[in-house]
T-cell receptor, first 115, second 114 residues
Framework: DAMVIQNPRYQVTQFGKPVTLSCSQT?????MYWYQQKSSQAPKLLFH???????NEADTPDNFQSRRPNTSFCFLDIRSPGLGDAAMYLC??????????????FGPGTRLLVL | AQSVTQPDIHITVSEGASLELRCNYS??????LFWYVQSPGQGLQLLLK??????LVQGIKGFEAEFKRSQSSFNLRKPSVHWSDAAEYFC????????????FGTGTQLKVEL
């Protein structure tokens, strides 16, 4: 089945130690998104890739970076995780993204714990 | 700026009872509206969506939602709730004016009593 896959499902890191979260998709979608969801809160968009074009949200901290080496994979890098970065990180994809009349499909998420 | 309000943080219903979850949106252009469900520790699953046309949309798991432009609402309904429907429900708005961006409400936590 076509899907959005996130690895690992759970990630524990130490304060200040860089960490990378992975997302892959078999949908061949053009757009990939990263959301941060803190406990009991709505998902918050961090950034998205339209093909190879990176689009950062204005309030996304510089500590968060992303890479998309090809259509299928997208990575979220947290350069120096703080305790406040503990959250669920959700990856999503959509087919094209230019007109807005699209559905975003979400992966199962990676829960990040910062010690 | 686009925004979504889900006025009910928690709702408890008995199994077999009907359900309505409220969603109000603010959007400057034609809105595209979505309902997603999230089980504990899981990602978001799409229940249904509205882009245009018939204002009453049917989704998976027996859910439906009605778009009411005059009230800026997109309420989610189910005639008979099952215990497995216990989860968190998010309403979201997007559209041409906002490009790819989805704005989510803060969610409604549904508890089902047996």
């Amino acid at each position: 089945d076509a899907m959005v896959i996130q690895n690992p499902r759970y990630q524990v890191t130490q304060f200040g130690k860089p960490v990378t979260l992975s997302c892959s998709q078999t949908l061949n979608h053009n757009v990939m998104y990263w959301y941060q969801q803190k406990s009991s809160q709505a998902p918050k968009l961090l950034f998205h890739y339209y093909d190879k074009d990176f689009n950062n949200e204005a309030d996304t901290p510089d500590n968060f970076q992303s890479r998309r080496p090809n259509t299928s994979f997208c990575f979220l890098d947290i350069r120096s995780p703080g305790l406040g970065d503990a959250a669920m990180y959700l990856c999503a994809t959509s087919r094209d993204g230019r007109e807005g009349e699209e559905t975003q499909y979400f992966g199962p998420g990676t829960r990040l714990l910062v010690l | 700026a686009q925004s979504v309000t889900q006025p009910d943080i928690h709702i408890t219903v008995s199994e077999g009872a009907s359900l309505e979850l409220r969603c109000n949106y603010s959007y400057g252009a034609t809105p595209y509206l979505f309902w997603y469900v999230q089980s504990p520790g899981q990602g978001l699953q799409l229940l249904l969506k509205y882009f245009s046309g018939d204002t009453l949309v049917q989704g998976i798991k027996g859910f439906e939602a009605e778009f009411k432009r005059s009230q800026s609402s997109f309420n989610l309904r189910k005639p008979s709730v099952h215990w497995s429907d216990a989860a968190e429900y998010f309403c979201a708005v997007g559209g041409k004016g906002g490009g790819n961006k989805l704005t989510f409400g803060t969610g409604t936590q549904l508890k089902v009593e047996l």
